[in-house]
């Protein structure tokens, strides 16, 4: 597969992930949806329309001159982004260094942390799924999609697997050890509270008390993880 095609089709299952969230939410607001949240919809929409518009000119393009739309996409995935996000900073993801410099054990351990903040409150909603599978895409992995594909199953099955606490402490304190420096690791905790928030941008107690427990064997002090929060909350 070329770099082009590969470009496209990271694009698309992008898009298809975020066309299923916004479903999920609308769903979930139902007639209830405030006025804010139904603007906020709409832009959603609207600007996934025209991705797939210019996704589509894209792939009818030749040679060099899919350059200048790839840069146009690239702006406007920014945008789609900043709407999802509600206009918010969101924290740095893991860049593709950091990601090169880690075992295959350290990678584990990132995935194995976003499985954990999916099931933290023991409620799966799809929103949280569709956020999960959209972090794991915006890490620039360093092995062919299917490897990663493979690994946040086995994963899911890990942590599925667990019984009682004493098993997820043991769990907390592997994920903890294997991560390689505190950078990778604040940005991890932003990426599970990212996930725990995936339907309304509210983390509730027992999903809360995960988070706080996870910083705390990071090493992450109250400073930094109020900071990471408020990335989040967009505070």
Request: glycine fraction near 4%; avoid cysteine.
């Amino acid at each position: 597969m070329s770099k082009r095609e590969e470009y496209q089709t990271q694009i698309a299952e992008r898009l298809d992930l975020w066309d299923a969230r916004l479903a999920a939410l609308t769903t979930k607001a139902g007639k209830e949806a405030s006025q804010e949240q139904r603007t906020r919809f709409d832009h959603w929409a609207t600007a996934s329309q025209v991705l797939r518009g210019q996704l589509a000119k894209l792939k009818a393009t030749s040679g060099d001159s899919w350059d200048p739309l790839k840069e146009e996409i690239d702006k406007g995935w920014q945008e789609m982004e900043r709407v999802l996000d509600q206009g918010n900073t969101a924290f740095p993801t893991i860049t593709s260094d950091e990601i090169k410099a880690m075992t295959s054990d350290q990678k584990d351990a990132i995935l194995e942390a976003l499985v954990v903040a999916v099931v933290a409150n023991a409620r799966v909603g799809q929103d949280e799924k569709h956020r999960l599978k959209e972090e794991v895409i915006r890490i620039p992995w360093d092995e062919p999609k299917e490897a990663i594909i493979e690994k946040a199953k086995a994963a899911e099955a890990k942590v599925s697997a667990m019984k009682g606490d004493e098993e997820h402490v043991v769990l907390l304190k592997s994920i903890a050890a294997r991560l390689p420096s505190k950078a990778v690791a604040e940005k991890l905790i932003a990426m599970m509270g990212r996930v725990m928030g995936a339907a309304d941008r509210s983390v509730d107690a027992k999903e809360q008390n995960t988070l706080i427990a996870y910083a705390l064997a990071f090493g992450i002090d109250a400073e930094r993880f109020k900071a990471i929060a408020d990335s989040i909350r967009g505070a």
